[in-house]
């Protein structure tokens, strides 16, 4: 057998034995989930016997490596762990400065009322995931700092959760340094300012909607009272570090690629937070340098990534592209379509429960999705469902984190449930409402020029 019939048919293991791998996967990350020990460290485990499952059921033992290899030769595998790298330092920077705490006290000053708590605590929550571009690092800020809070104002903990979830997602779906933007943009093969410009009509739309009802339930839930903070001598300078967002939207406007804007704001970051003395030269190079901090943050999503890029590689893109052309011709309408391409993403997520993974799972594919639809919308309703869905799912990895860390302080009752977190995930209520809406409808002038 040469060379060309050996790459393609060494590694094919029949209809259903290659959907083995696959199936372990998905079915373990699920086991996981129920024991409670669903992380992104134990789905690399998952990744890790499902490539030696893949290998046991090779033909071509002997040139599995080398095939391991060849399915790393992907270049948005490639950009992805590059930006990851930059994403995860930048993220360290800003969370090193004490913003979190500076936007608190900011809005502190200005003297609302407790009744504001959980408008005032998911806007805080949106800047601060924009501006890191993660959803579970802004759970990991956002807990510890405004749960204890709930005590003191006897207030519904579920309440505070619910708009902390949903101010961390919103920057997952808005910021260019989302691990989900990053992917929905490469995917699509747009740009990421122009498609950053029109997910922000939706994005800013359904937020302003989140704040009015997370005003309303805050004065029907919380009585009157003044917010405080224990530390009262936190400064406001860290607020200066928002001009690294600015830069960042300025150089994106300009064209720039997100890894040299990345690189720029990791510099001037670092750079502010010196010259303000947020931090010390003696820190950044020392082994608690925001820099090694931010690639150790990263370094988990990196090898899932790494080991899921070889794993679907080894699935028959023929077969499975015959799967999805046969569910498509059998739905003899563009609605009929995007409704079997909604079903796909949400169904993709519920099963992993982690909507990188299922996003990456899906790249591939989802081109084939959302008829009528531009470029540009395919990657806002696939992005825009995939963190809409998991701001509602119980058992997400962020989920997950965010009820952890909550318990740890000692506000929440012993019979405390996560599904009264969702009555309250409002703003990811809405837009799974709205990006549904986006992928079912089509204008009619745009229906009436694909007939011609």
């Given at each position: 057998?040469?060379?060309?019939?050996?790459?393609?048919?060494?590694?094919?293991?029949?209809?259903?034995?290659?959907?083995?791998?696959?199936?372990?996967?998905?079915?373990?990350?699920?086991?996981?989930?129920?024991?409670?020990?669903?992380?992104?460290?134990?789905?690399?485990?998952?990744?890790?016997?499902?490539?030696?499952?893949?290998?046991?059921?090779?033909?071509?033992?002997?040139?599995?490596?080398?095939?391991?290899?060849?399915?790393?030769?992907?270049?948005?595998?490639?950009?992805?762990?590059?930006?990851?790298?930059?994403?995860?330092?930048?993220?360290?920077?800003?969370?090193?400065?004490?913003?979190?705490?500076?936007?608190?006290?900011?809005?502190?000053?200005?003297?609302?009322?407790?009744?504001?708590?959980?408008?005032?605590?998911?806007?805080?929550?949106?800047?601060?995931?924009?501006?890191?571009?993660?959803?579970?690092?802004?759970?990991?800020?956002?807990?510890?700092?405004?749960?204890?809070?709930?005590?003191?104002?006897?207030?519904?903990?579920?309440?505070?959760?619910?708009?902390?979830?949903?101010?961390?997602?919103?920057?997952?779906?808005?910021?260019?340094?989302?691990?989900?933007?990053?992917?929905?943009?490469?995917?699509?093969?747009?740009?990421?300012?122009?498609?950053?410009?029109?997910?922000?009509?939706?994005?800013?739309?359904?937020?302003?909607?989140?704040?009015?009802?997370?005003?309303?339930?805050?004065?029907?839930?919380?009585?009157?009272?003044?917010?405080?903070?224990?530390?009262?001598?936190?400064?406001?300078?860290?607020?200066?570090?928002?001009?690294?967002?600015?830069?960042?939207?300025?150089?994106?406007?300009?064209?720039?690629?997100?890894?040299?804007?990345?690189?720029?704001?990791?510099?001037?970051?670092?750079f502010i937070t010196l010259i303000l003395g947020l931090t010390e030269f003696e820190q950044i190079v020392s082994q608690e340098s925001p820099i090694v901090q931010g690639i150790e943050s990263v370094f988990?999503?990196?090898?899932?990534?790494?080991?899921?890029s070889i794993l679907t590689e080894f699935i028959s893109k023929e077969m499975l592209e015959k799967y999805i052309n046969s569910k498509i011709e059998k739905c003899n309408s563009s609605f009929k379509i995007?409704?079997?391409?909604?079903?796909?993403?949400?169904?993709?997520?519920?099963?992993?429960?982690?909507?990188t993974a299922a996003m990456s799972l899906l790249s591939k594919f989802i081109d084939k999705f959302f008829k009528n639809k531009t470029q540009i919308e395919k990657a806002n309703i696939f992005d825009g469902?995939?963190?809409?869905?998991?701001?509602?799912?119980?058992?997400?990895?962020?989920?997950?984190?965010?009820?952890?860390?909550?318990?740890?302080?000692?506000?929440?009752?012993?019979?405390?449930?996560?599904?009264?977190?969702?009555?309250?995930?409002?703003?990811?209520?809405?837009?799974?409402?709205?990006?549904?809406?986006?992928?079912?409808?089509?204008?009619?002038?745009?229906?009436?020029?694909?007939?011609?």
């Amino acid at each position: 057998m040469d060379t060309t019939d050996r790459k393609n048919n060494s590694f094919y293991f029949g209809n259903f034995m290659i959907l083995i791998p696959i199936i372990f996967f998905i079915t373990s990350i699920i086991s996981f989930v129920i024991c409670k020990r669903a992380s992104l460290k134990t789905f690399i485990i998952s990744g890790f016997i499902s490539i030696f499952i893949t290998f046991i059921i090779s033909k071509d033992k002997k040139h599995f490596g080398k095939k391991c290899v060849e399915n790393m030769k992907n270049e948005m595998l490639l950009t992805c762990i590059l930006i990851f790298i930059l994403a995860g330092i930048l993220s360290s920077i800003l969370k090193m400065s004490g913003i979190s705490n500076s936007l608190l006290k900011f809005f502190i000053n200005i003297g609302l009322s407790a009744e504001f708590l959980p408008a005032i605590i998911f806007v805080i929550c949106c800047l601060i995931s924009t501006l890191i571009g993660t959803s579970t690092g802004t759970i990991s800020i956002a807990v510890p700092i405004f749960l204890p809070l709930t005590v003191t104002l006897n207030c519904n903990p579920a309440l505070i959760l619910g708009a902390i979830v949903c101010g961390s997602f919103f920057g997952d779906n808005l910021s260019p340094i989302s691990d989900t933007t990053i992917i929905s943009t490469n995917t699509m093969k747009v740009n990421i300012y122009e498609t950053l410009k029109q997910r922000l009509k939706v994005s800013l739309v359904c937020a302003f909607i989140s704040t009015i009802i997370f005003i309303i339930l805050g004065k029907a839930l919380i009585t009157n009272a003044i917010i405080t903070i224990e530390n009262n001598n936190v400064s406001l300078l860290p607020l200066v570090m928002l001009l690294v967002f600015v830069l960042m939207i300025i150089l994106l406007a300009k064209k720039y690629d997100l890894i040299s804007v990345l690189l720029i704001c990791n510099v001037v970051a670092l750079f502010i937070t010196l010259i303000l003395g947020l931090t010390e030269f003696e820190q950044i190079v020392s082994q608690e340098s925001p820099i090694v901090q931010g690639i150790e943050s990263v370094f988990g999503v990196i090898v899932f990534l790494i080991f899921l890029s070889i794993l679907t590689e080894f699935i028959s893109k023929e077969m499975l592209e015959k799967y999805i052309n046969s569910k498509i011709e059998k739905c003899n309408s563009s609605f009929k379509i995007n409704l079997w391409s909604i079903l796909t993403i949400i169904i993709s997520i519920l099963t992993i429960s982690n909507n990188t993974a299922a996003m990456s799972l899906l790249s591939k594919f989802i081109d084939k999705f959302f008829k009528n639809k531009t470029q540009i919308e395919k990657a806002n309703i696939f992005d825009g469902l995939s963190c809409a869905v998991p701001s509602l799912l119980p058992y997400n990895t962020a989920f997950m984190l965010m009820t952890s860390l909550a318990f740890e302080t000692g506000c929440l009752p012993e019979n405390f449930s996560t599904l009264q977190i969702v009555m309250f995930s409002i703003n990811g209520i809405l837009l799974l409402m709205v990006y549904i809406f986006m992928a079912l409808y089509t204008p009619k002038k745009r229906t009436e020029v694909n007939k011609y």
